[in-house]
């Protein structure tokens, strides 16, 4: 018999304070993607599994819970991240829509398992996505837009790592050599930071982008020095100019990280703030596949609630008033209407602090308690 209160590893009901955190922050986020212009989707928990899979990065996609449909006998699949349903909804009810179109979305995800830096399974993303284009502006939007609606909710310290997943397969397309390796070995021995393996196979072009890694000015500096296409040259000078934008956040860049990144293309990020372990938010620029399998370039970014709730943020002060039994309903309404929560007292021996309130209603005047 399972005990009443246990719920399956990874999930967890989240309660007063903290619920309403999270609900004050998902408010908080849409509101700040409104006022640039983003508008709200609500794409649903469950899709085909074969529809949803195909438009997610390999993570992801390992990450749905699969199960059949008893209605269809459809494979259907809980889905473990909204990007790639807003990409779904762009390309088909909204494909006519006027183009760049700014989607924002809020809900939540489940994936399989948890990880090790953070083991629950169901969070909720909040984000915003920028359909119709890729180019620099629109990574300029949408990371100004991140970090804007991530202040807006308090979190100091914020700091960027941007990422080119695409850029090892540029530069092996350009012609930078790969000797004796496939791209995907030198992409894994550039993972594991292995200057020596990948001398070793004749790929040791590659290597200079190992130390170009670090502090964002440094690491451009570097890479701005080795023999690059000018497509990729363009790519970096726009990231400069992207960086330079942003004031007060720590900004690093590693060129050749693609862990999380399966399908961003020339700019992904991850985003960091004080009091949360693992990271805040991602994003980064991708391709949506159209029905008539074309590609629809598009940037965006997912911001993790929890993290935020975590670390404290979200929790406002609510004034709890209690009501005495027999006060007028008007009497609650105009406090209400002044930001009060109201709470009826039902027995006259009510205590405020039972209710959790900080005043109770004197005559006509709040008194605290
Ligand atoms: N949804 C992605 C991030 C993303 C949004 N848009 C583009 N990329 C994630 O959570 O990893």
Known sequence: MIPPGLLPEGLRDRLPPQAE???????????????????????????YEESLGSRLGGAARRELLRFTDPVSQHTLALRSDITGQVG????????????????????????????????ERESVQV?????????????????????????????????LDI?????VADLAQSGWPLGKASL????????GKDSGGLAAL????????????????????RLFALALPAHVRARLESIAALIADLQ?????????????????????????GAGIL????????????????????????????????????GVTDPRRILLPLGTPPETGADLRAKGWSTIAAFNDNDKPADFRCSHILDGVEPRLI
Do not use: C, K
């Open 248 to 272: 007060g956040v720590t900004v690093t860049l590693d060129p050749t990280e693609r862990h999380g990144f399966e399908y961003q293309t020339w700019i992904g990020f991850s985003l960091f």
């Open 163 to 167: 990422t080119i997943p695409t850029l």
């Open 278 to 313: 693992g990271e805040v938010g991602r994003g980064g620029a991708y391709a949506i596949t159209t029905p008539d399998d074309t590609a629809e370039p598009a940037i965006g970014f997912s911001l993790y609630v929890d993290g935020l709730v975590d670390a404290g943020l």
């Open 184 to 191: 995907a070995e030198v992409q894994s021995l550039l993972d």
């Open 21 to 47: 955190a999270a609900a004050a922050l998902v408010r908080s986020l849409t509101a700040s993607f409104a006022s640039h212009g983003y508008e709200h989707v609500q794409p649903p928990m469950v899709e």
């Open 88 to 119: 779904r909804i762009a390309v088909t009810r909204l494909a006519a829509a006027h183009r760049p179109l700014r989607l924002s979305y809020a809900g939540l995800v489940l994936r399989v398992r948890g990880s090790q830096l953070s083991p």
């Open 127 to 159: 984000g915003a996505e920028l359909i119709g284009s890729d180019a620099p502006a629109a990574a300029r939007e949408i990371i100004a837009l991140a970090v804007e609606a991530l202040r807006q909710t308090g979190l100091a310290d914020l700091s």
């Open 202 to 221: 004749g790929a040791g072009a590659f290597e200079p982008l190992i130390a170009a890694a670090g502090p964002a000015a440094a690491a451009l500096a």
